[in-house]
């Protein structure tokens, strides 16, 4: 791994030795019962990024690669419920 801007990144021949057939996870699938504990164990734990602040020019990246596409929910109905919390 080599260090690049304040992070690591994988060279080419490093990223080939993980990929496919070489991993350990390659064509396998979580049980359910895994799935579960893997939940479980992240409850009420709060995310790695939590009030840490974005720089201005990560902020007017995000802002621009949104610009001109509608929001998440433009077009859903909202139930007969939820419109009535809202008026």
Do not use: C
Not at 5 to 14: I, L, Q, R
Not at 45 to 62: C, Q
Not at 64 to 71: A, D, E, M, V, Y
């Amino acid at each position: 791994m080599i260090k690049i801007d304040g992070g690591w990144k994988f060279t080419s021949e490093e990223k080939e030795k993980l990929t496919g057939p070489n991993n350990h996870m390659y064509g396998k699938t979580h049980t359910l019962e895994a799935r579960q504990k893997i939940g479980d164990s992240r409850k009420g734990k709060s995310s790695w990024n939590k009030g840490i602040p974005r720089k201005k020019s990560t902020k007017l990246k995000i802002s621009l690669s949104k610009k001109g596409k509608p929001t998440w929910n433009k077009g859903r109905k909202s139930s007969l419920k939820t419109r009535a919390k809202v008026a």
